[in-house]
C-alpha cells in the first residue's frame, strides 16, 4: 500500500525516458544444429553485466552506454565474441561451435536434461556440503560492521515531457541519477543510509546488531516515524544463499543452495574461465533456473575459483524470470561479492539489490537500490562483550544514531554516493514549491496517518476520519469527531478524544483519556516503545461477539454487514493503565478499571430468577503479558499492523473482580491465552496459524464470559468468525483455531495461460470448541438473550474457505462454508462471499 501512495504522490512527474544504455535481444544457437542453446552465459565485456539465455536460447539484457563486444558461453563449446553495433536494430544471432567430442553427441541428440549423473549437480552438492566448514559463525566469537544504503526513485524519469516541471523547479535536474540496471534517469526521491556493527557469540548462541548511525531525506515524511523503513527493511531482507529458504519481498524462494535444490532448478556448467570483477584469476560458473519459471525460485550465476578445493562462492549474479508469479516487479538484480579469511571463513564484502517495479498501471514505474558494504570482519571477543550481549533485544539503537553529522558519514560511507542521492535532503523542499505536490502530499500524508493536521508542527491533530460516519442497526446512522494532541505539544504529556451521536438511538457517547509516557516521544504516545501511565474515561456501545482486531468497530467500511444485529450494551468505562515494554518485545500491562455495563432495549439484563436489572458495576483489576521476539510492525496512532508476521507471538492475560468489593453483584476470574505464528513453507507456500484458549475460574455474567468474534461485514476479517451469529456461543472454557494455507500458486502456475493471470491459492479452516459451565445459571446471574439465537456447544463449531488470491493483483476472494451446527432454530448464514483488498508481492 506505501508503495502505491508513493506512486501517486509523484506522478505528475511523468515517465517514459530516452535509455542512457542500449537494449538488445538475441538468441544464441549451436553453429552445427542452428537450435537454440538454453541457458548458455552472454556479458558484456569490461563490464559486470551479464544476461542467461532462455529455454529456446534467447537473452535480452541492457548495455552501458560506451560498450563494445559482448560474448557468450556455454559448457562444451567455444566461446564467441560479437561486436556491438553503433545503430539499427539491435538483435543479435550468435552462433557458438562444438569445442569437445564427447559433447558433441549430447547437443546432437538434445537428451532430456536429468540431474543423475549431472556434474552441475555433483558440483551444486559438493558447495552445499562444503558450506557449514568456511560458515563464519563457526567460530567462538565474530563481528562485523555495515554501511547500508536504500534509495528510492522514479524511474524512466522524462526530462523532456516533464519540461514545464523543470522551469518551474530546474534544481530539480539535480536530483536525477542513472539506474543500474537499466541506464536510464532516475528521480531520486527517497534515501535512508544506516550503519551498523553486528556482534555473534557462539556460546551461548546470541547475536546483537547495534545501530550506530542512522540518516534519512526524502519523502519518508509521507509516513510517519520508521515505518516507511520497517516496510523497506522487511522487503529487502539480507539473502543468505546457504539457508535453505530465502525470504524476499514478502515471498519465500527456494535457495539454489537448499537441500531440495536439484529437484526445484536446472543446473549447468557454462564457463570454467569466468574472469569476475576485482580478481584476474579464473572462475568456474554454475548457472541454475527454476524447472518452472512460475515458481518462486530464481536465476542466475554462482562463481567459485578454479581449482579451490573449499568450494567458497566468491560472486553470486541473481535474478528472476520475467513468468515469476511476483507481483509488481519488473527487473531484480542481486549482486554478492565475498573473501576468504586467513582461517578459511567466507566473509561477505559486498550486497547489492536492484529493483525495477510498477505498482499500478499509468503510474511511475520505482526504482529502489539497496547497498550494503561489509568491513571490519574480527574473531576476537569485543572488548565490552559482557554490556553488548547483556542488553534486552536482538537489536539496538545508539541514542546519537540520528544526530550523526556529516563528517561522520563521510568516513563511515564505504559506497561513493550518487550526486542525486546526496541531495535527496533538499528534495522536499523544493517539491513542495508545486502546488499539487504540497496539496496532494497533505491529503495523502493525511489519509495515512488517519488523522488531519490543524497546521505546521501541529499541536493537536483531527481524525481518525475513517470514522466520521458509519452505520450499525443500533445507532443507525453514527456521526464521530475528536483528536489528539502530538509531541509538538508536549513530547510527554497526551490527550485524546472523541464525541460521537447515533441518529437512532439519540445518545452521545464519548472518551477522554490523558497519558503520561515516562519516555519522550516524537510524534505520539503509542511510538515503540511504550512506557506509560494512562487515564481513560469512556462512555459508548459494546458490541457483544463483534470486536474486530486491527481496526476500530465503527469503521465505516463495516457499516455493510450481512446480517442486522442490535444486541449492543452500553459500556461506561474510567481506566488507569500502565504499560511497560521492553526492547526485546516483552511488554506488561497492569490495569485497575471501574465499567458498568448497561443493558440496551435490545439486550435486556434479567436473572435467572427473572428479575430485571438496569445495569451493572464491576471492579477490574487486569494484567497483560505479552512476548513476540524480533516483532516488526507499521506503527498507526492507534494500532500496530504486523510487518514480519514470521515471528512468533504469545499473549497470556488475566482478569480478576472481586464480587466482594462494596456496591458489586457480581465478580470475574478469568484467563486467556492466545499464540500465533506464519510458518514458511518454502515453495509450498506459507501456512498461518493462530490457537487461543480461555477458561473463567467460578461464575460470573454472560457479558464477561468468552464470546467468539463474529464477523458480520463482507470483508476479511482476520481472527473472527465468518458465518458465526453474534454471541451464537457463550463459554466459560474454550479453545479455538484459525489456520490459513497460502499456496501461492502452486496449482495455478502449472496451467498454461492461468499462470498468466498470478492468481495464488487460498484455504482456510477455522474452528472453536468450549463449554459453559452450569454454575453461571445461578439465580442471581443473567439469564442469557431471550431470542434463542445462543446455542451450547456439544462438539466443535467449524467454518472452511476456499478463495483466490491476487485478483488484478490486489483483491482476495473467498468462498465460505459453514460445516455444522446447521439445523438450529434461529436464522443463520450457510456459506457466503467473503472481499478484502491488500497489496503483496
Avoid at 503509542?526 to 468497530?553: C, K, M, W
Avoid at 518485545?585 to 428479575?611: C, D, I, K, M
Avoid at 482456510?764 to 453461571?776: K, L, T
Avoid at 451446527?821 to 450457510?830: E, G, N, S, T
Amino acid at each position: 500500500m506505501l508503495l502505491v501512495i508513493v506512486s501517486c504522490a509523484i506522478a505528475f512527474t511523468g515517465r517514459s525516458a530516452t535509455p542512457a544504455g542500449i537494449f538488445i535481444r538475441g538468441i544464441v544457437r549451436d553453429s552445427v544444429t542452428t537450435e537454440g542453446l538454453p541457458y548458455s552465459s552472454v556479458r558484456v565485456d569490461g563490464s559486470s553485466v551479464t544476461a542467461v539465455t532462455d529455454s529456446r536460447g534467447i537473452f535480452e539484457l541492457t548495455v552501458p552506454a560506451g560498450s563494445a563486444f559482448i560474448t557468450a558461453s556455454c559448457q562444451g563449446y567455444a566461446p564467441a565474441t560479437v561486436a556491438l553495433k553503433t545503430h539499427g536494430l539491435q538483435i543479435y544471432d550468435i552462433n557458438l561451435k562444438p569445442q569437445a567430442t564427447e559433447l558433441a553427441e549430447f547437443v546432437v541428440k538434445k537428451k532430456k536434461y536429468s540431474k543423475r549423473n549431472n556434474p552441475a549437480v555433483d558440483f551444486v552438492n559438493r558447495l552445499r556440503r562444503l558450506g557449514p566448514a568456511s560458515d563464519p559463525r563457526r567460530n567462538d566469537w565474530y563481528s562485523y560492521r555495515t554501511y547500508e544504503r536504500i534509495s528510492l526513485g522514479i524511474n524512466n524519469f522524462d526530462t523532456v515531457s516533464t519540461k514545464g516541471l523543470l522551469k518551474r523547479m530546474p534544481n530539480l535536474i539535480e536530483h536525477v541519477d542513472t539506474s543500474e540496471i537499466s541506464g536510464e534517469p532516475v528521480l531520486n526521491l527517497s534515501v535512508h543510509e544506516t550503519a551498523a556493527t553486528t556482534y555473534y557469540r557462539k556460546n551461548p548462541s546470541s547475536e546483537k546488531r547495534i545501530t550506530e548511525g542512522v540518516r534519512t531525506a526524502g519523502i519518508d515524511e509521507l509516513a510517519e516515524g520508521d515505518n516507511v523503513q520497517t516496510i523497506l527493511a522487511d522487503l529487502l531482507r539480507d539473502v543468505d544463499l546457504y539457508q535453505g529458504n530465502i525470504t524476499l519481498l514478502k515471498n519465500t524462494f527456494v535457495s539454489p543452495l537448499s537441500s531440495i535444490a536439484p529437484d526445484f532448478y536446472r543446473f549447468y556448467l557454462v564457463d570454467s574461465a569466468a574472469v569476475i570483477p576485482g580478481s584476474d584469476k579464473p572462475h568456474v560458473a554454475l548457472a541454475f533456473y527454476p524447472r518452472n519459471k512460475a515458481s518462486m525460485g530464481f536465476q542466475g550465476h554462482l562463481f567459485v575459483e578454479r581449482g579451490d578445493t573449499a568450494m567458497i562462492v566468491r560472486r553470486v549474479e541473481i535474478a528472476v524470470s520475467p513468468e515469476i508469479n511476483l507481483n509488481f516487479v519488473k527487473n531484480l538484480r542481486l549482486t554478492q561479492t565475498f573473501d576468504v579469511a586467513d582461517d578459511g571463513s567466507r566473509l561477505k564484502t559486498s550486497d547489492r539489490l536492484l529493483l525495477d517495479m510498477q505498482v499500478l498501471p499509468a503510474t511511475p514505474e520505482l526504482y529502489i537500490s539497496r547497498k550494503i558494504e561489509f568491513s571490519n570482519h574480527s574473531f576476537v571477543e569485543p572488548a565490552a562483550s559482557d554490556s553488548i550481549f547483556g542488553r534486552l533485544g536482538r537489536d539496538y539503537t545508539d541514542t546519537s544514531a540520528h544526530d550523526r553529522d556529516n563528517g561522520y558519514w563521510a568516513d563511515v560511507r564505504t559506497v561513493p554516493m550518487q550526486a542525486g542521492e546526496s541531495r535527496a535532503d533538499s528534495l522536499m523542499t523544493k517539491l513542495r514549491k508545486n502546488k499539487l505536490f504540497y496539496w496532494g502530499e497533505r491529503f495523502l500524508r493525511n489519509m495515512v496517518t488517519g488523522y488531519w493536521a490543524t497546521g505546521k508542527n501541529s499541536k493537536f491533530d483531527i481524525g481518525p476520519v475513517n470514522t466520521t460516519a458509519s452505520y450499525n442497526s443500533l445507532e443507525g446512522l453514527r456521526l464521530r469527531a475528536g483528536g489528539m494532541t502530538t509531541a509538538n505539544l508536549s513530547p510527554r504529556w497526551f490527550a485524546r478524544g472523541y464525541a460521537a451521536y447515533g441518529c437512532r438511538d439519540h445518545k452521545w457517547k464519548y472518551s477522554a483519556e490523558v497519558e503520561y509516557s515516562f519516555l519522550d516521544k516524537k510524534i505520539h504516545p503509542r511510538e515503540f516503545p511504550v512506557h506509560s501511565i494512562r487515564l481513560r474515561h469512556q462512555y459508548d456501545v459494546d458490541r457483544l461477539g463483534s470486536h474486530y482486531l486491527y481496526t476500530n468497530a465503527d469503521n465505516f467500511v463495516l457499516s455493510w454487514t450481512r446480517m442486522s444485529d442490535r444486541r449492543f450494551t452500553y459500556r461506561r468505562s474510567t481506566k488507569l493503565e500502565y504499560t511497560l515494554e521492553l526492547n526485546n518485545h516483552f511488554s506488561v500491562v497492569a490495569s485497575a478499571e471501574h465499567l458498568r455495563q448497561e443493558a440496551s432495549p435490545y439486550l435486556l439484563f434479567t436473572t435467572n430468577a427473572g428479575r430485571q436489572i438496569s445495569h451493572y458495576d464491576m471492579t477490574v483489576f487486569g494484567a497483560d503479558l505479552r512476548f513476540a521476539p524480533g516483532e516488526t510492525f507499521y506503527q498507526a496512532r492507534s494500532y500496530r499492523v504486523p510487518v514480519d508476521e514470521t515471528v512468533p507471538v504469545v499473549t497470556l492475560s488475566h482478569r480478576y473482580a472481586p464480587s466482594a468489593l462494596s456496591g458489586q453483584r457480581y465478580g470475574v476470574n478469568r484467563t486467556e491465552l492466545s499464540v500465533s505464528k506464519l510458518f514458511m513453507l518454502s515453495f509450498m507456500g506459507a501456512l498461518d496459524v493462530k490457537v487461543s484458549g480461555g477458561h473463567v475460574w467460578g461464575a460470573t455474567v454472560f457479558p464477561e464470559l468468552f464470546i467468539p468474534n463474529a464477523n458480520l461485514s463482507y470483508t476479511i476479517q482476520p481472527g473472527s468468525f465468518a458465518l458465526m451469529n453474534p454471541m451464537e456461543f457463550i463459554n466459560s472454557s474454550y479453545v479455538s483455531w484459525h489456520l490459513s494455507y497460502q499456496a501461492r500458486g502452486a496449482l495455478f502456475n502449472l496451467i498454461p495461460g492461468v499462470r498468466r493471470l498470478g492468481l495464488r491459492e487460498v484455504v482456510g479452516f477455522s474452528g472453536i470448541y468450549g463449554h459453559r459451565s452450569s454454575a453461571n445459571d445461578g439465580a442471581k446471574y443473567l439469564a442469557l438473550p431471550s431470542d434463542a439465537t445462543t446455542s451450547r456447544m456439544d462438539k466443535p463449531y467449524m467454518e472452511i474457505s476456499v478463495g483466490i488470491d491476487n485478483i488484478l493483483r490486489f483483491i482476495r476472494l473467498d468462498y465460505v462454508w459453514r460445516l455444522n451446527y446447521l439445523d438450529v432454530p434461529y436464522h443463520i448464514d450457510r456459506r457466503g462471499l467473503r472481499v478484502a483488498m491488500q497489496f503483496t508481492f
